[in-house]
């Protein structure tokens, strides 16, 4: 079957895609202390490398972007048919 034929009979199933921008380890002090609008640095900034994944496995990779103050992900590599 070619990829079309999968897109016509599957094009529309949803799927969750995750993409892991960064962890941190915070005290549940820290925690607490969290507001609406409260901000939680990460170690990583736009330009890095990150894993695209789809039911935990990578999928993909990409590149942390930002554009008129918006996150993005570029992707820069993409492998569907796992």
């Given at each position: 079957m070619t990829v079309d034929g999968h897109t016509s009979l599957l094009g529309d199933v949803p799927f969750e895609i995750s993409v892991e921008l960064g962890r941190r380890n915070m005290s549940l002090?820290?925690?607490?202390?969290?507001?609406?609008n409260?901000?939680?640095?990460l170690s990583r900034s736009a330009g890095e490398n990150i894993d695209i994944l789809i039911g935990g496995e990578t999928i993909?990779?990409?590149?942390?972007?930002?554009?008129?103050?918006?996150?993005?992900?570029?992707?820069?590599?993409?492998?569907?048919?796992?």
């Open positions: 002090r820290e925690l607490l202390h969290l507001r609406a409260s901000v939680v640095t993909g990779f990409g590149e942390i972007v930002v554009i008129d103050n918006r996150t993005g992900i570029r992707i820069t590599a993409f492998n569907a048919e796992r």
